[in-house]
């Protein structure tokens, strides 16, 4: 689908890219962004259209996180959603990390080189509430910036995310988590995937992988057990059956006992920075639900999809099915917007060389998107790809050095992102899944 804009530039319902070309063919809409690919028309007002139900909907992965823009229907066995724009945000953390890194690295010479040793001075910087290391404090930009740019995109009325993997809370409750954990229940199901990550998809007492686990009672329900996760745990048939009737303690097993009791932590620093993405999502003045990582999961297995990002971010929320999701995937890079550092340096952190003061030559800028048409010369003929700029002018685009700035015209300005084409959100082309369908 194409991103459509009024002639104000407020974001009407996105339409076929067929109908695109149409309407530019006729002069009716102009190009107004390349990637993701949007067009405004140039005799219509947001007032004149309808708009139909769109929510973006985001699964934050601390490498990839997925994107999905649907259209809402309410059929009558739930809501189902239509995929009209999928996508993934490639991020750019452990590059980050790097850098700072080598950038310390370099520091730490240069003082080392020329101080005497001195003892380091009494610590008691403070760090300001809500900071980020700054590989992380990117992902939680990389994904607020494109929630806001969606919504310039299209005309986002609900913003639906994955915040925790799993509903602890809901876990914890023993009136929730009655008798309910039969396999197919969404309950169940979160319990189950609980299980296997605290205990390692391992039988929890001869250790056996790769083979069918049970849920197993640590205290039997016999002697007074409950269904509560804090006395589940994993265990294969055979030793299921072989413990019987006896506790885990009794069976030789003391520490599985104790461990059952402390509940599975999420790493801190992953719950921290969803919950600053979520606030910064609720900023946005959208109607915000957060979901669990086991819903997702269970959604997708349940509409038979394969597991990637872009889907992922299409089966978050309460649904009864989805459709398009064979829609090609943009894949969008954090690539960041250069350096401030201007002095180049050897591999030991000696000056060598230095770059330009200004980052702008000729009106151009590196990372730019640019269309050359060369008339003359070896490399003849049209290069559109980012560019490359040099103070003399002599730019490279694409892959072709030696151009111009003259040939070049700019396409679309540099915005700390690469784009591409990806593949499919799968590969065979499936249309609709929905819950009924599957089963
Ligand atoms: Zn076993």
Known sequence: MVFVLDKRKK?????????ARLLLERGRAVVHRLHPFTIRLKDRLLEESVLQPVGLKLDPGSKVTGVAVVRREERADGPWDHALHLAVIVHRGDAIRERMQKRAAHRRRRRNANLRYRAPRFNNRRRANGWFPPSLRSWVGNVLSWASRYRRLA?????????VRFDTQALQNPEISGVEYQRGELFGYEVREYLLEKWGRRCVYCGAENVPLEIEHIVPRSRGGTDRVSNLTLACRACNQAKGDRTAEEFGHPEVQAKAKVPLKEPAAVNTTRYAIRNGLCAMGREVRSWTGGRTKWNRERFGLPKTHALDALCVGDLAGVSSWHALVLEIKALGR????RTNVDAHGFPRGYRMRSKTVRGFRT??????????GKRTGVHIGPVAVRASGSFRVGKADGISWRCCRL???ADGYGYMKGGRGASSPGVNAGASGAA
Do not use: H
């Open 11 to 19: 974001p009407l319902m996105p339409c076929s890219e067929k109908r």
């Open 155 to 163: 005309p986002i009325a609900f913003i639906e995310i994955e915040t």
């Open 338 to 341: 250069g350096q401030r550092c």
């Open 367 to 376: 990372g730019d998107l640019v269309r050359a048409e060369v008339l003359k």
């Open 411 to 413: 396409l679309q300005r």
